[in-house]
Nanobody, 122 residues
Framework: QVQLDESGGGLVQAGGSQRLSCAAS????????MGWFRQAPGKDRREFVA?????????YYADPVKGRFTISRDNARNIVHLEMNNLKPEDTAVYYC??????????????WGQGTQDTVSS
């Protein structure tokens, strides 16, 4: 069974940068597409942020983060990074790492990390 362990996040000022990391453990972790979702305060649903295909390394982004966030993958170590630049207060959320062997993108829904809080102050 694949498990996800997130790190990074915390408090940052608007306009700043931050990096989130997600380490996938398990013998078959390399097969999984990886991504990030977030749940903002007061919202009852997680929204898709970014994802990367396990095989093609094609990347997908939600419109609000295009041009500011970059997802990358270290296949040798099964770690996915989310580089976040020009952060805005509306980026404040709990960020969740996701893995899915079949789907990549906003429909990923197989395995979830525990979440990491990221707060952007104005």
């Amino acid at each position: 069974q694949v498990q996800l362990d997130e790190s990074g996040g915390g408090l940052v000022q608007a306009g700043g940068s931050q990096r989130l990391s997600c380490a996938a453990s398990g013998r078959t972790a390399y097969r999984y597409n990886m991504g990030w979702f977030r749940q903002a305060p007061g919202k009852d649903r997680r929204e898709f942020v970014a994802a990367i295909d396990a095989t093609t390394r094609k990347t997908y982004y939600a419109d609000p983060v295009k041009g500011r966030f970059t997802i990358s993958r270290d296949n040798a170590r099964n770690i996915v990074h989310l580089e976040m630049n020009n952060l805005k207060p509306e980026d404040t959320a709990v960020y969740y790492c996701a893995a899915d062997q079949r789907w990549v993108g906003s429909v990923m829904d197989d395995i979830w990390g525990q979440g990491t809080q990221d707060t952007v102050s104005s």
